[in-house]
């Protein structure tokens, strides 16, 4: 169920706090270079993902945000590259850090900036934003809105990694109200040779700016203060961010931020999808039966005709629907019954019950599956066909979804809620190790 924009209310009265910083960058700036050793965000690598990163460069990123592998900081011993007996994953890239640093492989600033990025896929419009220091805890707490749940161990491996290297390794990304004067600035920015570019693994070109004119310097931030945001992506590091603030309160907290609009030029929102493993289709679709309307939808099991089908299922108006798979066949489950609906609180906000990953969550995999929604139980994938291949190779069912537009996850937000954790994907994503943010000054 989509709620209209068209008349909503700012995001927040307090605005957003952001500032210069000094960034830490590789030393070479070559694209073919900068392609090697920058990775994606590091809840998108999988364990092959990352063994093929760290092997592409010495000093690929991918090293220093998963030390120990895909399981991330807080893992135990030091297996994997470069690790020493007993030195734990957190404090390896705290030291591989160090070391990259003193070897001039990585380089400081010498002055504050602000770095205007943008992200042009092969086909469709360009998303364009500007990374800066980010408070965290904002007067009144309601600058940054977070709208998913989030998992304590993921939160508290950030918070490691956090705390040993005292830099933020890749960047938050937010969502921020409509500003004039920051889309003003932003197309008098978009000129002139970049400072670093490259072309990502699916076509999306990298361009970013660094800029230290004074004025823009002082006229974006005051814009920015003007608006609220939305954590488009990064629930795990933002909330790692205020933990580690929390032990040092005294200190002046921030996180490396992506800011990008709402609406023209911002992200566009995709769905991430559910595994359960060892679990049959048979099973599960029986199971559902006792809550929804069940229909077998015609597909091969080619996996790119199977794909074909579940595009075409979710390209209908009917809602909820959700679609589930072994990765051979499709079954489709429509027309909840007053019992699954039952099941997601009817005093929580509106714009929170009218969301299919809530549902989906609540009534068939919660009450109908009887399945907890934690990363053991419940596996998640970022397309269809990644849901697909996990399903089968984990004698498993895919739950896929569709995905909320962006006007119903700022209502959520607004309304002090949360989504489950992992409901959504904003997209394009910045491409990790190419600006880093160092704590001191």
């Known amino acids: 169920m989509h709620s209209s924009s068209a008349d909503s209310p700012p995001l927040t009265a307090t605005g957003l706090d952001v500032r210069p910083f000094r960034a830490l960058t590789y030393q070479r700036h070559d694209p073919g270079h900068l392609a090697r050793v920058s990775s994606p965000a590091y809840d998108l690598v999988t364990p092959d993902g990352r063994e093929r990163l760290a092997a592409a460069d010495p000093h690929n990123i991918v090293r220093l945000i998963l030390p120990g592998g895909t399981s991330g900081p807080g893992s135990a011993g030091a297996a994997g590259l470069g690790g020493r007996p007993g030195e734990d994953t957190a404090a390896r890239a ?30 469709g419009a360009a998303t364009v934003g500007w990374l800066g220091a980010v408070a965290v805890a904002a007067a009144g707490g309601r600058a940054v809105l977070p709208h998913e749940d989030t998992f304590p161990a993921a939160v508290e491996g950030r918070r490691a990694l956090l705390q040993a290297t005292a830099t933020d390794l890749e960047p938050i990304v937010l969502a921020h109200d409509p500003e004039p004067e920051v889309a003003d600035l932003t197309r008098a920015a978009l000129s002139g040779t970049a400072t670093m570019e490259l072309t990502d693994s699916d076509g999306v070109r990298h361009r970013l700016w660094r800029t230290t004119d004074a004025e823009v310097l002082r006229r974006l931030p005051a814009a920015l203060a003007r608006a609220g945001a939305v ?175 962006p006007t119903d996850v700022a209502a959520v937000a607004r309304a002090g809620a949360r989504m489950p954790r992992k409901s959504t994907l904003f997209v394009p994503k910045p491409r990790t190790g190419l600006v880093l943010r160092p704590h001191a000054d």
């Open 94 to 123: 705290a030291r591989t850090l160090r070391e990259w640093e003193a070897a001039g492989v990585l380089v400081r600033d010498g002055d504050p900036a602000l770095w205007l990025y943008e992200m042009q896929p092969a086909e």
């Open 231 to 405: 954590i488009a992506d990064g629930h795990h590091r933002f909330a790692a961010a205020r933990a580690l603030h929390r032990t040092h309160p005294d200190g002046d907290c921030r996180v490396l931020a992506l800011l990008t609009p709402m609406g023209s030029g911002g992200l566009r929102v995709q769905a991430i999808h559910r595994v359960v493993p060892d679990l049959s289709l048979e099973a599960a679709v029986e199971a559902a039966g006792r809550g929804f309307t069940v229909t077998e939808i015609p597909a091969g099991p080619d996996p790119d005709a199977l794909a074909d089908a579940v595009r075409s299922a979710q390209a209908g108006d009917e809602r909820p629907l959700f679609l589930l798979s072994d990765g051979r066949r499709l079954v489709a489950l429509t027309e909840p019954s007053a019992e699954v609906r039952a099941t997601v609180p009817a005093e929580a906000p509106s714009a929170w019950r009218g969301l299919d990953v809530v549902l989906a969550t609540s009534g068939l995999v919660g009450h109908l599956w009887r399945r907890p929604d934690d990363p053991g139980s419940l596996l998640v994938a970022h397309d269809v066909p990644e849901a697909l291949g996990l399903a089968a190779r984990r004698t498993g069912v895919a739950l896929l979804l569709r995905a909320p537009s």
